[in-house]
Structure formats: C-alpha cells, structure tokens
C-alpha cells in the first residue's frame, strides 16, 4: 500500500507533469529542427512563431465562444485550432516571402539568416503583444479533470491522489497522432522523401528535379503548424502569456541540439529528456521516500525551483561538451 | 537680417510671456501619482489612484487650499516590478512636472528603489498607500518617506493570530520572490515559529510563469495543513493556488494582502471555500464615511488600498495647507503634525473643515479611512481586516 502510495505521488507530480511538458516540448523542438534541417538555420522566432498561432486560435476560440459553439467537455480551442494553424502557415510563408528568401537567394551565411529570425522574433512578439497584450489569458474550458484527486481516492482507498486533467490527456493523445503522421509523411510520402533529399544533399536534389521552393514551403507548412499545436496544448494545460512562449525557446532549442539537431525522432526524445530532467531535479522527494519506509531530515530536493530555466542550459553544455551531434548524430533529416 | 532680429526680438518676448504666464498660474499645484498601472497589481491600482484624486478634488471644491490653488494628480508607471522603469517615471515627475509630493508608490521593491533614488537625494515627500515591506522602516530616508499602509512585520503577526486561533499549528509558505514577499514572509515564519506552530516550508515562487506544478509538488513534500501564500492575485498566486488544487496538494489556503481581489474568486471558484485571509483595513466611522463618498465618484470602497490612498492623497494636501507652502521640504516637517494628535479629529469628506482649521491657524488630528496614526519613522499603525472566503464572496469576521 505504501508503495503504492509512492507510486501514486509520483506519478501526479512528476511523471504526469513531465509527459505534457515533454510532448509539448518535443512538438515545438520538431519544428525547430525540422527548419534547421532543410533551410539549414536556427530559427529563433519560433517561439513567437508559437505564441502567433495560439493567439489567432484564441481569439478564434472566443469568437466561437460567443456565437456559442462549444465543443461540450472538450476544450473549443481544438476546434479553432486548424484556423490558428492556418493564420500562423500564412504568416511564416509570408515572412520567408518577405525576409528569409532574400538571404538564401543571397546564398548568405547560416548566422545571417540566424540574425535575420532573432529580428523576426521581435517583429512577431511585438504584433502579439499589440494585438492580445502582454498578459496571462486562459481559454480552456469544458471539463478540466478526467479524475480528480478526490474521486481518485474513494476508487482507490490510498492516502494520496492522482489527478488527470483533460489537457494533459489531450495533449498526449495529439502529440502521438501528430508525431505518428508526420513520420508517415516523411518517410513514405513523395514530398516528405524529397524533403529528406534536399536536406541529405541539397545539389544532389535539385540535379534530380526536386522543386526546392516547394520543400521550403511545405517546410514552413509544417513547422508553423507543429508551433501551433504545441503552443496550443501548452496554453490549454498552464496558460498563454507571450513572454512564456518567448522564454520556451531555450528548452525547446535543448531538446532540439540534445537529440541531435535535424534529427526529428531527436527532437522528441530531447523534449522528453529536457521535460523530466526539470521536474525530476527540482521535485522534493521527502515524501515519496517516507512512504518507502525511509525517513529522511529535509526535504531532498536537488535543486530549487527557481532554477529550473538553468537546467536546460546545464544539459545544453554537457551535451555540447560529450557529444555535441546529439543523442541521434545529428545535422541532416 | 533685420528680418531676422524681428523674429528674434519677436520670439523673446513670447517667451517673456509665457514666462509670466506660468508664473501667474503658480497657484497649481501638481502631485505625482506614481503606481503600477501596468504589472502584477494593474487590477487595483487604478481605484487606488482614483482614491487619492478623490482627496484632491474634494480639497478643490472647497477652494480652501492656501489662496485658492488647486491640486492637479499627474499620474506615473511604477510598473510594479521594474526599478529602472519607476525611477525613470519619478525622476520625470519630480524634475519635468515638478510635484510638490508623491503619493506612492505601491509595491515595496519599486518604492525603496524610488526612496533611495529620486525622493530622498531631491528632498520630495512619498506617501505610499501599500509599500509594506519592513525593510522600508529602516531606510535612510532623511524623514521623507511616509506609508499609511503598516509593514508586514505587523501584518506577519496578525495572520499568525488568525491562524492560532483556528488551531492551526502546521502550515507551508509560498512566497513571491520579491522584496515584499522575502519581508512578509521572514515576519510570518517569525511570528508562526513564536507562536509555537511549525513552518514545513518557506519557498518563493517566481511572477509571470506559466506553470507552477514543480514549485506546488515541492510544497506538496513538506506538507501542512494550510498552505500560506503571500503573493499577487493576478500574478504567482494565482498559479500557485491552482496548482494546488488541480493537484490535490493543498485544500486551504491562507493568504497575505496581495492575494485579495475578486479575480482571485473567478479564477478558482468553489474550492477557494473557507479560505481565510488579512487585509490592512478599518472599521468605524472612518471608513463608513468613505464607503459613501468612494461610493458616489463611482470607486470601490472595499477594492485593497482603496482607503490608504485617500488617506495618502488626504495627508499631503492638509501637509501643505498647514506648511503654508507647496515648498518641498515644508510639508515633510508638516506631515506629522497633521497625521497625528493633538487637534480636531478629521474624517474622509471633512477636509473642507480640516483645510479651514489649519487656515485658522490650529491643529487638526486626520483620523481618515484607516484611523491613521504614523509611529516610528512615518509609518501606520495600522488595523487589519480578517476575512473568509464563502459562498463566492469575501466574507469579513472582525478587524485585529
């Protein structure tokens, strides 16, 4: 029983925590690696990119809202999402319309093009900021829980609770069907085969006829979308405020570099690894252990929680330090 | 060129007038207002600033303000969090619209960077309505800085009253990790420990994330009865507090000053019940009078520091009706006098009556909102309101 007790903790703190965090990690960092991959920079406006497309599936989501169309228990973001998806593809094929082509017809360095998102990012932050404004907003609605502690623990009879909130499930059950398609696409689809092409060897593709403007498109197709949704399910499960997302870019550029860069199935990993890494280091282990049967003085925490933003800086230097190329050998799809 | 020197002469005359244009319209008095209308507290601040304009303008009305002048609120950010931001916004006011005095500013972090910065080194007065940090009692203020809201030393001893008197004897402490919440919460643990209670833990959250899962689970270990969380209602606290409850690691919670706020209602719904809670805030015919006055300019009175602002607005005009001035210095050495006894006593709607006994050349006592009565180096006594939360609703079970 007191094992079970642990188990239980554990779970609700740590292990139910960290999947979400993680999926949404790892739906973010494939769009970054997806974009280094193929357009060969490190894309810092993703973030923003991210918190563009929640902010048109919010205001969706409220417009949807009052003419009163909900999804009943389901949150009615998942039905505004396609549309935010949709506002936040126009917007990034605008933008490589408008900055990022200029410098690869240029043939300009990776850092140039680096430098060019990082103003971009600011572009974008500074459009979201304007239009929703700086602060917290939240848009779930529907049920919150699937189980609630309380009910958890009449089923049960333990002493302690598990709750599962509907966004944790749903952002799990999304994340395995996106992560599950855009594998599909890539490996058996003629597109995505081309996309993995141009990213292998990039004048061995346009020697065999591949479009390079079509992988690029289908490219910012794709990562705008994966934004989205990740930036969604993370807004339904905490909550949307721009400076979030913005400060997101540093895990999910972790998770990014520490599966390898340009390694999709890398990038899902490192969310993962990233994800738990945070939790576990900072979570106080005093009471799961006393349920162990040990009895432990303080609190056996390994960090405080203030620093849970330096550990994904911490894995970012050992990983660049014992294995830069990443868990996957990174550097092409 | 005789053209030119037309011109010239043209334009040093306009000067000229306008020079004694400004110098006729002397009788204006301007008054920084400097608040965080923007970050974690915009939703109070602005009836706090509507508060004090009220002072201002019901000193106005009664058109007994020395000869006649008139006070004008010039209103400033104080962003709350951002110091930088703050002294930009009070160096602005004290040189570009050169107020006689500042009411404010609001968060304690802000108000010390602002004390040490701008008011002391130009000699301006600061009355702040909710700086209640207790390192704000031992700054090297030069007697410019008042506050007619009490430190959270006092307010740490009141929540441990409430607490011991439910026979709470186990609690957790979430704090904001600024320079408020470390003061509140060292006050809190202090007197909970005296008291005999146990404090599992004592750890800050950060403003402004989004998640709050790793800092509830590490509260969760330590355990307690009640959750203490002295934070911001549109802020941490609030993140905190869900957390919590999504979690199941905590069912009641009581909470610090900065957590009162019907968005904190909203936000959490029926599991906040039975929460309880302090307040700075009095009872008696103080703020029966402010109720109806607040009630009429359209603010609500029972919105956190709704009554300290008036008293701050109501200090600095009868400060300097009684200094004869709007001289800087002046009504530092009048504040005082007018704060505190002897005299008549002064409510909030009577500052016509307090205006013309200083002209009369006595004394007047201001009792105001909050039964204002300064010790030490410029600070309030200060009462406190006990609250529960039930219903929906704050409830009010007495006053400490």
């Not at chain 1, 973030?47 to 809202?65: P, S």
């Not at chain 2, 002469?9 to 400004?22: M, R």
């Not at chain 2, 809670?277 to 520091?305: C, K, N, Q, R």
Request: include cysteine; proline fraction near 4%; aromatic fraction near 10%.
């Amino acid at each position: 029983m007191d094992f079970l007790n642990a188990l239980v903790m554990f779970a609700n703190f740590v292990f139910l925590p960290g999947l979400a965090y993680g999926a949404q990690l790892a739906l973010g960092a494939l769009g970054i690696t997806l974009v280094f991959g193929i357009l060969r920079f490190s894309n810092f406006a993703h973030g923003d990119l991210m918190a563009f497309g929640t902010m048109i599936t919010i205001l969706v989501t409220w417009w949807l809202i009052g003419m009163g169309v909900t999804l009943g228990p389901l949150p009615t973001a998942l039905l505004a999402l396609p549309i935010g998806i949709v506002g936040a593809v126009i917007m990034a094929l605008i933008i490589d319309r408008t900055v990022f082509r200029f410098y690869r017809q240029q043939r300009s360095a990776s850092i140039v093009l680096v430098m060019a998102s990082v103003g971009v990012m600011f572009i974008l932050n500074g459009i979201v900021r304007l239009v929703i404004g700086p602060n917290e907003q939240r848009f779930a609605d529907g049920e919150r829980f699937l189980i609630t502690v309380r009910e958890f623990r009449e089923w049960t009879g333990l002493a302690e609770g598990l709750a599962i909130r509907l966004p944790v499930a749903i952002t799990v059950v999304v994340a395995v069907v996106v992560v599950v398609a855009l594998f599909w696409f890539l490996t058996y689809s003629r597109t995505g085969k081309a996309m993995r092409a141009y990213s292998d060897n990039e004048d061995l593709a346009l020697l065999s006829g591949i479009d390079p403007d079509k992988v690029v498109r289908v490219t910012w197709v794709i990562a705008a979308a994966l934004a989205t949704i990740a930036g969604v399910l993370y807004g339904l499960d905490k909550s949307f405020r721009p400076f979030t997302y913005f400060q997101l870019l540093l895990p999910m550029f972790a998770a990014a570099i520490v599966g390898g860069i340009g390694q999709p199935i890398g990038a899902i990993a490192g969310g993962f690894v990233v994800a738990f890494s945070e939790v576990t280091l900072t979570y106080a282990y005093k009471r799961v252990l006393e349920y162990l049967g040990f009895a432990p003085e303080g609190l056996v925490q390994l960090l405080s929680t203030e620093y849970k933003f330096a550990i994904s800086f911490v894995i970012l230097v050992i990983v660049l330090l014992i294995r830069p190329t990443g868990i996957f050998r990174g550097r092409v799809l | 060129m005789s053209n030119f020197r037309k011109i010239f002469a043209a334009s040093v005359a306009g000067a000229a007038l306008l020079a004694a244009g400004a110098a006729s319209a002397q009788e204006e008095i301007n008054v920084g207002i400097i608040l965080g209308f923007t970050g974690p507290l915009e939703s109070i601040t602005p009836s706090m600033a509507a508060s004090a304009e009220l002072a201002f303008s019901e000193v106005n009305e009664s058109g007994l303000l020395l000869d006649g002048a008139t006070l004008t609120p010039v209103r400033a950010d104080s962003t709350c969090i951002d110091n930088a931001a703050a002294s930009a916004a009070a160096e602005r006011l004290v040189t570009t619209d050169n107020v006689s005095a500042i009411m404010g500013a609001d968060c304690s972090g802000v108000t010390i960077g602002i004390a040490n910065s701008v008011a002391v080194p130009n000699g301006v007065v600061m009355v702040s309505p909710s700086a209640t940090s207790p390192a704000l009692t031992d700054i090297d203020d030069n007697g410019y800085f008042f506050r007619t809201a009490p430190s959270d030393a006092r307010q740490g001893v009141v929540l441990t009253e409430v607490l011991t008197s439910q026979d709470i004897t186990s609690v957790a402490v979430s704090y904001t990790n600024n320079d408020y919440g470390k003061g509140f919460s060292d006050a809190f643990v202090a007197a909970f420990e005296e008291a005999g209670g146990t404090v599992t833990i004592a750890a800050p959250h950060d403003d402004g994330k989004g998640d709050y899962s790793a800092e509830v689970g590490a509260l969760a270990a330590a355990g307690g009865d009640v959750l203490v969380v002295l934070g911001y209602v549109d802020q941490g606290g609030v993140g905190i507090i869900r957390s919590a409850v999504d979690t199941g690691a905590f069912d009641r919670f009581a909470l610090g000053d900065g957590m009162y706020g019907q968005s904190l209602i909203d936000a959490i719904g029926d599991d906040l019940e039975g929460t309880i809670g302090v307040l700075p805030g009095a009872e008696g015919e103080g703020s029966e009078m402010f109720a109806t006055i607040a009630g009429e300019a359209g603010i609500d009175p029972t919105s956190s520091y709704t009554g300290e602002s008036y008293d701050a607005g109501a200090l600095i005009a009868l400060a300097i009706q009684k200094a004869g001035s709007a001289d800087r210095t002046a009504i530092r050495d009048a504040l005082l006098e007018v704060a505190n006894g002897p005299g008549e006593p002064i409510l909030p709607g009577e500052l016509a009556k307090g205006l013309q006994i200083l002209k009369d050349g006595g004394d007047v006592d201001y009792i105001g909102v909050t039964n204002v009565e300064l010790i030490g180096p410029g600070e309030a006594a200060g009462t406190y309101r006990e609250y529960v939360v039930e219903g929906g609703e704050f409830k009010t079970v007495g006053f400490r």
